[in-house]
């Protein structure tokens, strides 16, 4: 995926990022980092919101200051140094996530960053690797690994002048050092090449893909990353992966791509037998799989509702038994899900959503009240849940469930929207016409075209 600007973001996100801001400003770093983390959470490709959170992570460390906290944070950070390398086997940006969550209380562990810098790296982001390995070279500056690494990645940016400081530099300290010496030629070869060879360079890595040693291992990468592979490249890989997969039969890399890519194919049965064989290995208990086991399973539920005639006879029929038997597997594997990770809020969240949409109001708010304490599900979990207790006319426990959502609520998107047009429709419920009508007349003061607000507010004037 491509890195995005600040000016690329979805417009919910971008008072987020606003909020996260003028909090990092009055020295609120908690309140910034979670902010810019929720902003990640829905486009990590955004490289600025990622270096304000560096800069929120960075200066709550240096506040809090000491030994023995910076002591604490290292220790603290080592299993979950073995969960995102654990998880870069199977999704960059899961990994990305996770090492997150260790920068957040120790924004200098190197082993976190290098583990970032790979990830980004696989995920196409390269500006967040290099954001990574500087912090490494602060910390380490004479670790050979992370500077060639870093040197590469500026000349595949176009910073050719900073990548060759740090090649001819890292020379002096190792000088019998061979491929150190190639390395460092070939670079000042293409910084000779004057500014269009700069441009190009920049725009696209395929200058620089000629100083390493496998042209065709380069290429194979470029195509892997492409985010909409054509059929061809998707077979040449499935090919090259089981090829592959006869050597290294235990990689789980492997098997997760093939996965991805059969389901590309729209194979889903055969994805699911990769993904059955990763859950069949020590490294099979993880929730993400089980999330994408179930995707691939929806996958094949709406790909069968696609292909129905929609002028058979029996087209509504066909229709209504397969979105029953869809919402009974969400279901009954949400449940499992649940069960085998049952601290994991996300998937409460999910299956109080589930439990709503088929009627089991019950069920529902009981998933939906633990899903609360999810800071990134919190306000959509209060919204349902005020849905919910509104389905058993439970519209007084509604109405305050809205109103403390939209306390904590910033901006005015159309999650915010939803809230104050649901809250409305409960007030109208409960034969409260003028609180209502406050509530649909703040949507129609900034978007009139919202759901029937118009309809509503003019015929609330009229009536006058």
Not at 41 to 52: G, I
Not at 166 to 180: K, S, T, Y
Not at 215 to 241: C, F, G, P
Not at 260 to 282: G, M, P, V
């Amino acid at each position: 995926m491509a890195e995005k600007t600040l000016n690329q973001l979805p417009p919910d996100l971008k008072p987020l990022f606003r909020k996260g801001s003028e909090a990092l400003q009055r020295d609120n770093f908690d309140y910034a980092i979670a902010l810019f983390s929720q902003v990640l959470e829905r486009e990590p490709a955004c490289y600025e919101c990622r270096a304000a959170l560096r800069n929120a992570q960075l200066a709550k460390a240096g506040k809090a200051g000491g030994f023995f906290k910076k002591a604490f944070n290292l220790a603290g950070s080592s299993p979950m140094l073995a969960k995102a390398k654990l998880a870069a086997q199977r999704s960059p940006l899961e990994a990305i996530a996770v090492v997150e969550q260790i920068l957040n209380s120790d924004p200098h562990n190197s082993a976190a960053h290098k583990i970032l810098a790979d990830a980004a790296l696989a995920a196409d982001l390269p500006q967040t690797a290099v954001m990574s390995l500087e912090a490494v070279l602060k910390n380490a500056p004479g670790d050979k690994h992370a500077t060639v690494q870093l040197a590469e990645l500026l000349a595949q940016t176009g910073n050719l002048k900073r990548a060759e400081h740090l090649l001819v530099a890292l020379c002096r300290a190792h000088p019998g050092d061979g491929e150190l010496a190639e390395t460092l030629k070939n670079l000042t070869a293409l910084k000779t090449m004057g500014e269009g060879g700069y441009e190009n360079l920049g725009a696209d890595a395929g200058s620089f893909r000629d100083i390493l040693k496998n042209k065709d291992q380069s290429l194979s990468l470029e195509q892997e990353q492409r985010l909409h592979k054509t059929e061809d490249v998707t077979a040449r890989l499935i090919q090259e992966y089981e090829a592959r997969l006869q050597t290294e039969p235990g990689s789980i890399k492997l098997l997760r791509s093939l996965a991805e890519l059969y389901t590309e194919k729209k194979e889903f049965d055969r994805a699911l037998e990769y993904y059955q064989h990763i859950k069949n290995s020590d490294s099979g208990s993880d929730a993400s799989l089980d999330r994408a086991m179930a995707e691939t399973h929806v996958r094949k539920f709406n790909y069968q509702m696609e292909h129905l005639d929609p002028s058979a006879p029996d087209y509504a029929e066909k229709t209504a038994e397969i979105e029953a038997a869809k919402l009974a597997y969400q279901l009954d594997e949400c449940k499992k899900r649940a069960e085998n990770f049952p601290t994991d809020l996300a998937i409460r969240f999910e299956l109080g959503q589930l439990y709503f949409k088929a009627g089991k109001i019950g069920e529902a708010i009981q998933e939906l009240q633990k899903a609360q304490n999810n800071p990134h599900k919190r306000i959509a979990a209060m919204s349902l849940l005020a849905q919910s207790f509104a389905r058993r006319n439970m519209n007084d426990l509604a109405a305050r469930t809205l109103q403390n959502a939209l306390k904590e609520k910033t901006g005015f998107d159309d999650e915010k929207k939803e809230l104050i047009y649901t809250l409305g429709s409960v007030f109208e419920k409960m034969a409260k016409k003028e609180e209502a009508i406050e509530q649909f007349k703040l949507i129609y003061e900034m978007d009139i075209g919202y759901k029937d607000v118009a309809a509503k507010v003019d015929a609330y004037y009229a009536g006058q």
